[in-house]
Nanobody, 120 residues
């Protein structure tokens, strides 16, 4: 089974930028959507941004105007460019790929998570 490999997290000062990347280690078919979620300590995992197979994007309000999601369809790779980072963006960021199963149900692949820490 394919796994999602994430990269690009790290420590940055407030106002700085980071670019997260996520690529599958194997083949993934019947993709419905790809995106990024995050989970801060003591909080639930929340959507940051997602893009459907039809290139429709969805951003959390906190990400609008600062973060940009893009993908390379040929490589099934998704990128999250994060600008103007704030301490409130500190969290573990998880890549997500949602696929259609043969039974026409939606199923999720998750990355292992990458830490993003924004210092004030």
């Amino acid at each position: 089974q394919a796994q999602l490999v994430e990269s690009g997290g790290g420590l940055v000062q407030a106002g700085g930028s980071l670019r997260l990347s996520c690529a599958p280690s194997g083949s993934i078919f019947r993709i419905n959507a790809m995106g990024w979620y995050r989970q801060a300590p003591g909080k639930q995992r929340e959507l940051v941004a997602s893009i459907t197979s039809g290139d429709s994007t969805n951003y959390a309000d906190s990400a609008k105007g600062r973060f940009t999601l893009s993908r390379d369809s040929a490589k099934n790779t998704v990128y999250l460019q994060m600008n103007s980072l704030e301490p409130e963006d500190t969290a573990v960021y998880y890549c997500n790929v949602r696929v259609w199963t043969r039974e026409l149900r939606l199923s999720d692949y998750w990355g292992q998570g990458t830490q993003v820490t924004v210092s004030s």
